[in-house]
């Protein structure tokens, strides 16, 4: 039965605070959602109250999309369940849970799939824009490992989507993100991994940045898929390594105590699940936060030399490759499936008053490598156009799903995919 909460309700305030603590929105009610069918009737509510819909998970979307100021958030929380069958290495994953609960769930049995890297991240979020994870050059993103979906759609129908049924929206659920609906179930694809992983970081001098970045490219190019490179720049030192899922992870080492003079080297065996929430940060939430993010095709010289003009912000590489550029371009909406690294600036701080020069800086950052980038993650979109994250023909497709799916744009709270401007004129 879905919880109502509204202003000086208990757990308003708790339900509407998101990861980013410059979002500061109040809807006009939460609609906590313990069944698909509570999600129905929410959805319907909404649409003949005229109230624009949020879609609450795990709330990590940079910009709160999940808080309608004055609209309904439909909060999926309450939706946690995962349950596994380990004979079929499958998990069948409420909409509302978070990825360190499929991560648990899973690793009871040896099991897991591709999620992210932060626990308290939301598994809908990250596998609708397409869910990079330690996992994915092994077994491909985390929308790859999607066998099936549960979609309640904007006149609160409940549908399926999978490679057999609603094949054109399965298409689009992988990496369109949540234009299309509201999806209250997945079905993943699991995998034997084991309990282990290795992580290994080693930190350089600020003077030596450029030479490692160069011999750490190069090791990339040959690197195991159970590898999944890295690397952060910092205003005064590099630091660059690798996070190693399965067995032989320490074969890698020499090579990269040899790029060059380390300052600091930290090898650590560890149990996969602490590796997925080594980056938690349980007070989170009290931090006002900005970010941007690039692919990269090619890791030049030049970009080499921008990436370094570092101004104070976090600035991380990851590496993408093996399984997840096996995928044929066309499999899914997910794009740029060539890239070689993934680019993330991000900062956070507490001060109101640091707020323009906070977001400047790193914007001004972020610029100085949009030369050498070609697209981005839709996940890391913030405020850049859509067609960043997709190709012209594939968002033309995205379009024309959204328009048979969402005409009237319901779901606009999102990385938004608009439907065509005539079935808009024509729904109104």
């Given at each position: 039965m879905t919880t109502i909460l509204r202003a000086g309700d208990p757990g308003y305030d708790e339900a509407r605070t998101v990861w980013n603590a410059m979002i500061d929105r109040r809807p006009v009610a939460i609609a906590r959602c313990h069944t698909t069918e509570d999600v129905v009737e929410a959805v319907r509510f909404a649409r003949t109250s005229g109230l624009e819909i949020g879609v609450r998970c795990g709330g990590h979307n940079i910009a709160g999309l999940a808080v309608p100021d004055g609209g309904l958030m439909i909060d999926l929380?309450?939706?946690?369940?995962?349950?596994?069958?380990?004979?079929?290495k499958l998990a069948s994953v409420q909409g509302g849970a978070l990825l360190g609960e499929l991560d648990r769930a899973a690793q009871k049995y040896g099991l897991a799939t591709t999620a992210g890297n932060v626990s308290h991240t939301g598994v809908g979020g990250l596998t609708l824009g397409g869910g990079m994870g330690w996992l994915a050059r092994q077994f491909g993103l985390a929308c790859d490992n999607v066998a099936s979906y549960e979609l309640v759609t904007a006149d609160g129908e409940v549908v399926r989507a999978s490679a057999t049924e609603n094949p054109e929206l399965f298409w689009g659920l992988r990496g369109g993100g949540g234009n299309f609906g509201i999806v209250t179930s997945f079905e993943f694809r699991l995998h034997e991994v084991g309990t282990r992983a290795l992580v290994a970081e080693f930190t350089y001098p600020l003077r030596a940045g450029f030479a490692v970045l160069r011999g750490w490219r190069e090791l990339n190019e040959s690197a195991p898929r159970q590898a999944t490179f890295t690397a952060s720049i910092t205003a005064d030192s590099v630091t660059v390594g690798y996070v190693w899922v399965g067995e032989g992870g320490y074969k890698l080492l020499?090579?990269?105590?040899?790029?060059?003079?380390?300052?600091?080297?930290?090898v650590e065996e560890t149990p996969y699940l602490t590796l997925q929430s080594r980056d938690d940060n349980v007070q989170g939430h009290r931090y006002r936060r900005y970010w941007k993010g690039h692919y990269f095709k090619a890791l030049t010289d030049d970009a080499i030399r921008a990436l370094l003009q570092n101004p104070g912000v976090s600035a991380s590489l990851q590496a993408y490759g093996g399984a997840i550029a096996d995928v044929p371009d066309d499999d899914a909406a997910f794009s740029h499936r060539d890239t070689l690294f993934e680019f993330v600036t991000a900062t956070r701080w507490e001060?109101?008053?640091?707020?323009?020069?906070?977001?400047?800086t790193l914007r001004e950052?972020?610029?100085?490598?949009?030369?050498?980038?070609?697209?981005?993650y839709v996940?890391?979109?913030?405020?850049d156009p859509i067609n960043r994250a997709f190709p012209p023909a594939k968002l033309a497709r995205l379009v024309a799903l959204k328009t048979a799916y969402d005409p009237e744009n319901v779901f606009h709270l999102n990385q938004n995919i608009r439907p065509s401007e005539a079935?808009?004129?024509v729904a109104a």
């Amino acid at each position: 039965m879905t919880t109502i909460l509204r202003a000086g309700d208990p757990g308003y305030d708790e339900a509407r605070t998101v990861w980013n603590a410059m979002i500061d929105r109040r809807p006009v009610a939460i609609a906590r959602c313990h069944t698909t069918e509570d999600v129905v009737e929410a959805v319907r509510f909404a649409r003949t109250s005229g109230l624009e819909i949020g879609v609450r998970c795990g709330g990590h979307n940079i910009a709160g999309l999940a808080v309608p100021d004055g609209g309904l958030m439909i909060d999926l929380t309450p939706m946690n369940a995962v349950h596994v069958d380990p004979d079929r290495k499958l998990a069948s994953v409420q909409g509302g849970a978070l990825l360190g609960e499929l991560d648990r769930a899973a690793q009871k049995y040896g099991l897991a799939t591709t999620a992210g890297n932060v626990s308290h991240t939301g598994v809908g979020g990250l596998t609708l824009g397409g869910g990079m994870g330690w996992l994915a050059r092994q077994f491909g993103l985390a929308c790859d490992n999607v066998a099936s979906y549960e979609l309640v759609t904007a006149d609160g129908e409940v549908v399926r989507a999978s490679a057999t049924e609603n094949p054109e929206l399965f298409w689009g659920l992988r990496g369109g993100g949540g234009n299309f609906g509201i999806v209250t179930s997945f079905e993943f694809r699991l995998h034997e991994v084991g309990t282990r992983a290795l992580v290994a970081e080693f930190t350089y001098p600020l003077r030596a940045g450029f030479a490692v970045l160069r011999g750490w490219r190069e090791l990339n190019e040959s690197a195991p898929r159970q590898a999944t490179f890295t690397a952060s720049i910092t205003a005064d030192s590099v630091t660059v390594g690798y996070v190693w899922v399965g067995e032989g992870g320490y074969k890698l080492l020499p090579a990269f105590r040899a790029l060059g003079p380390v300052l600091c080297e930290q090898v650590e065996e560890t149990p996969y699940l602490t590796l997925q929430s080594r980056d938690d940060n349980v007070q989170g939430h009290r931090y006002r936060r900005y970010w941007k993010g690039h692919y990269f095709k090619a890791l030049t010289d030049d970009a080499i030399r921008a990436l370094l003009q570092n101004p104070g912000v976090s600035a991380s590489l990851q590496a993408y490759g093996g399984a997840i550029a096996d995928v044929p371009d066309d499999d899914a909406a997910f794009s740029h499936r060539d890239t070689l690294f993934e680019f993330v600036t991000a900062t956070r701080w507490e001060d109101p008053a640091e707020d323009e020069a906070r977001i400047s800086t790193l914007r001004e950052y972020a610029a100085a490598l949009t030369p050498y980038a070609d697209g981005a993650y839709v996940n890391t979109l913030n405020g850049d156009p859509i067609n960043r994250a997709f190709p012209p023909a594939k968002l033309a497709r995205l379009v024309a799903l959204k328009t048979a799916y969402d005409p009237e744009n319901v779901f606009h709270l999102n990385q938004n995919i608009r439907p065509s401007e005539a079935a808009t004129c024509v729904a109104a």
